[in-house]
């Protein structure tokens, strides 16, 4: 059901052709390596793009060029995809089939989205200090709030102790010393270098041909002065890191946080069966951690576990009092060692899965949430279709979540805990 399509070296779109929406979108991104000096960069760009270009030069004529395209709506989107970052802007708007006779939305759309991305507002040659400044400061405050909730926080931290070889311990959003040290100057010699070097993915969902799709879009990147430079691929978790740390701070609740590896990637056989047994492990309400140590042990407040099937880890956090602190980590592992030896019910299993098929089947319930997987998988190298997806978690056997079980291994602690 995808089409894709290679506009230029370089630039590719992946077409999903859907006619069941009265909502069509698309999103337009640049994919970098994920690094420290980047991080930063590539978060504050495509706010600074959506301030303005050279026919709407600030937000109200960008809202009044929207409102005459039947309400559309652009926003920014960043996302960290194992080692990829990906930067750009995505809309979404009418079906042109639905709008009043003799008027055109598609087109239109098309080109105000590109005018955002090549033509932005700029003053002496660079982006406008004012705008840069400002955006500056919302980043800002979107770090300083991700502190400020301190289970973000504490997770955060835990991977950049376990991830200190890893592009994964960089945080999406950059350093706030990064953000700080960006000038006008800077942030559009970055964007001079994503227009010339990025490699660009466009991924849109609608019933559009994808031929006139292509039509509409090779020209401005025709216009460019492109040398494409070729992604690195997806690696599995570097591992330079590691130990155990506790940082103090002025809270009352402490944050535990563990972090596992496992070889198994989304890119490996044994994904879908790692996926079931973080689901059983610690993956909702139903999950052993909930149920065992929040539920019937009383050792938390809060406590779950993800897979970042990229790379290869997963993580357990928890909301604890400091002096249960022992305890639940020795509850946690031993919650993992049951489900080596596949000490979990027919019931835990079918509800795990049943957990995930949900979610899998929801998948192509909007616009947005096809693009979000399709445009990930893409990026991520997971081979699998939601419907190959859901036919693998269906045929997961208990014998294939104790193996993955037993891939699993404990590699990092982060305990954030009061300052007295």
Not at 80 to 106: H, I, N, P, W
Not at 170 to 191: C, N, W
Request: with cysteine.
């Amino acid at each position: 059901m995808i089409r894709t399509i290679e506009l230029l070296p370089g630039v590719t779109l992946r077409c999903y052709s859907d006619d069941r929406f009265k909502q069509e979108g698309i999103s337009l991104q640049w994919v970098r390596p994920m690094c420290r000096e980047e991080a930063a960069l590539n978060a504050l760009l495509p706010t600074v793009l959506l301030r303005g270009c050279q026919s709407a030069p600030d937000l109200r004529a960008i809202t009044l060029r929207l409102d005459d395209l039947y309400g559309a709506a652009v926003g920014a989107q960043l996302r960290r995809v194992g080692d990829y970052q990906a930067t750009g802007l995505s809309c979404s708007f009418m079906k042109e089939k639905y709008a009043l006779s003799g008027d055109q939305v598609f087109a239109p759309m098309l080109a105000f989205l590109q005018e955002l991305m090549f033509c932005p507002m700029t003053e002496n040659g660079v982006f406008c200090k004012e705008i840069v400044e400002s955006e500056k400061r919302n980043l800002l405050s979107a770090i300083a709030a991700q502190k400020n909730d301190k289970r973000t926080y504490a997770s955060a931290q835990m991977l950049k102790i376990m991830c200190k070889g890893d592009s994964f311990g960089v945080p999406r959003l950059g350093e706030k010393a990064d953000v700080e040290a960006i000038t006008p100057e800077s942030l559009y010699a970055h964007y001079q270098k994503l227009l010339r070097q990025s490699p660009v993915q466009i991924f849109y969902v609608g019933g559009a041909d994808p031929e006139a799709l292509a039509k509409l879009l090779r020209p401005a990147f025709a216009k460019l002065d492109r040398c494409p430079t070729a992604l690195p691929a997806q690696t599995p978790f570097k591992d330079l890191g590691g130990g155990e740390q506790t940082e103090r701070m002025d809270v009352a609740q402490g944050k535990l946080c563990m972090g596992f590896v496992t070889p198994v990637t989304l890119r490996d056989p044994g994904f879908v069966a790692t996926q079931v047994f973080n689901t059983i492990f610690g993956g909702g309400m139903i999950s052993k951690l909930f149920m065992k140590i929040r539920e019937e042990m009383s050792l938390c407040y809060d406590i779950s576990s993800s897979y970042h099937g990229s790379k290869g880890i997963l993580t357990v956090s928890a909301g604890i009092d400091p002096q249960m602190d022992g305890k639940v980590r020795q509850e946690i592992l031993r919650q993992l060692e049951a489900c080596q030896r596949g000490e979990f019910t027919a019931q835990e299993l079918t509800a795990a899965k049943q957990a995930l098929l949900s979610q899998l089947k929801s998948t192509h319930d909007s616009p947005g949430a096809i693009e979000g997987y399709y445009a990930v998988s893409a990026l991520s190298g997971l081979p699998l279709t939601p419907a190959d997806y859901i036919r693998a978690v269906e045929e997961t056997t208990a014998e294939d979540v104790a193996a993955a079980a037993r891939q699993v291994k404990l590699h990092t602690v982060y305990f954030l805990r009061g300052a007295v």
